[in-house]
């Protein structure tokens, strides 16, 4: 007689409760934060908000139909990127949003980061609808704690993991911030007697460098040249920044925190009291430059409200003969208009202020596009095997910087003073190139022409 006793088999199984639990955490902690979760090893922006704004989306709808979870899913996702982007690029939400507008303009297919970046974004969504099959509708008091526990823990990290960088992120000027601009801090603006040329150029993600002697050797680095210094002054220094390229040009341009699209949505004569204008009072002649479109961020609108008289965008440098160069943001080359610059001004029948913003060294730096800056180890072997990306940066600067100091150095270019400063830090994507520059401020340098005129 067989006495043998089998052991009866045990199945371990999840409660229905918890495995309807897990299926909520799996999209609204786990999905909706894996693409920004996995930059945490290169370094990201701050995302306390987005986190926990996807984990309430998810408690709020987690009864409700797979079409509302599903839409409620997409715009937990759009506001997630939004907020991303504007924390890389320093700029304000809002300014983002409104900046949506011009989106057709540029060519994200250029840039290899873009493409894996919008790749990865469907592929979420597409994997949402179908993982939003499955019972999100869990009750059990317990597991709605520990629903909340995912959350701010999820938070924590990503406080914990970005600690030492969230002054690289998120830019606005705070309400009473003392101002500052290299046109204040240089003088420039107080040369205008009439006796000599302006010319300011805005320098697209010139940063200051920090801690980087490899960078600090090269910027600027051309300038110190006997044919400068015998015709030119030289000083320079660094001037605190917010938010991202058009705040850059007010600071520079109006003497102000603020964006463009404030100016066209006054008619006070103090807000577009700006140097074009004020220095047009003082019978100084005003032209702008731009190697990108018109029609970006309204430049075309705002650049004669505040006093430029004359414009020059990408199709007028074409047309001049400046090449193409390609990118994200494609526009003619920087590298050939100072050639146009200096024309401009040996033709100028009295004083002018030339302006003129850069646009080549714009991020993502792609090779090839005709920028010349894939054998950037010409430029700094050093950069080249460390900080690729800031090395092709570099290799355009130094080729704006070539053909800008061959113009003003020739016998034959008049007298001018010329200010050359940063928009913004480079706001690289990653914490190891991000972190070699200072979050906070931007570089100018100063060429203050010596002539025989006596000083206004």
């Known amino acids: 007689m067989d006495l043998t006793i089998e052991a009866p088999v045990t199945r371990h199984r999840f409660s229905p409760d918890f495995t309807r639990f897990l299926n909520w955490a799996l999209v609204w902690i786990l999905l909706a934060n894996i693409p920004f979760m996995a930059m945490w090893m290169v370094g990201a922006p701050p995302r306390a908000i987005p986190i926990a704004l996807a984990g309430l989306v998810g408690l709020i709808v987690k009864r409700m139909p797979r079409a509302v979870q599903w839409a409620g899913f997409v715009a937990v996702m759009v506001y997630s990127l939004l907020s991303f982007v504007s924390g890389l690029f320093s700029l304000t939400l809002d300014s983002l949003v409104y900046s949506l507008q011009f989106f057709a303009e540029i060519k994200p297919s250029n840039s290899i980061e873009y493409i894996a970046a919008a790749v990865v974004m469907v592929a979420i969504l597409v994997g949402s609808w179908f993982l939003l099959k499955r019972d999100t509708n869990f009750s059990k008091p317990l597991h709605i704690l520990l629903g909340g526990a995912l959350i701010f823990g999820l938070v ?159 199709a007028d440098l074409e047309k001049r003969g400046a090449e193409w160069c390609g990118g994200v943001f494609a526009g003619a080359c920087d590298r050939q208009v100072p050639k146009m610059l200096a024309e401009n001004l040996k033709q100028a029948t009295g004083p002018t202020f030339q302006y003129w913003l850069t646009l080549n060294t714009h991020l993502p730096v792609p090779t090839e596009q005709n920028l010349q800056a894939e054998n950037c180890e010409t430029v700094s072997a050093e950069l080249a095997r460390d900080y690729p990306m800031i090395c092709r940066q570099f290799a355009i600067f130094d080729d704006i910087d070539r053909a800008l100091i061959k113009e003003i150095t020739a016998s034959d270019f008049p007298e001018a003073d010329i200010l050359i400063v940063g928009d913004h830090m480079p706001p690289f994507f990653d914490r190891h190139h991000r972190s070699q520059f200072d979050p906070e401020r931007v570089p100018w340098l100063y060429l203050k022409a010596k002539g025989s005129q006596p000083e206004g």
């Open 156 to 314: 924590g990290a990503d406080a914990a993991v970005g600690e030492g960088m969230r002054g690289h992120y998120f830019r606005p000027a705070p309400v009473g911030a003392a101002f500052e601009s290299a046109v204040s801090k240089s003088g420039f603006a107080a040369r205008a007697d009439g006796q000599r040329h302006l010319v300011l150029i805005v320098v697209e993600s010139l940063g200051v460098p920090k801690d980087n002697r490899a960078m600090a050797d090269k910027l600027f680095a051309y300038y110190d040249d006997s044919a400068i210094r015998q015709r030119y002054e030289v000083s320079q220094g660094t001037s605190l920044y917010y938010n991202s390229t058009t705040a850059g040009e007010i600071r520079e341009l109006c003497g102000r925190w603020g964006d463009y699209y404030e100016l066209l949505q006054t008619d006070d004569p103090k807000t577009l009291d700006c140097l074009p204008a004020q220095l047009a009072k003082k019978g100084y002649a005003s032209q702008a430059m731009h190697s990108f479109k018109g029609p970006f961020f309204n430049r075309e609108s705002w650049y004669p409200r505040i006093g430029f008289q004359k414009r020059e965008f990408a």
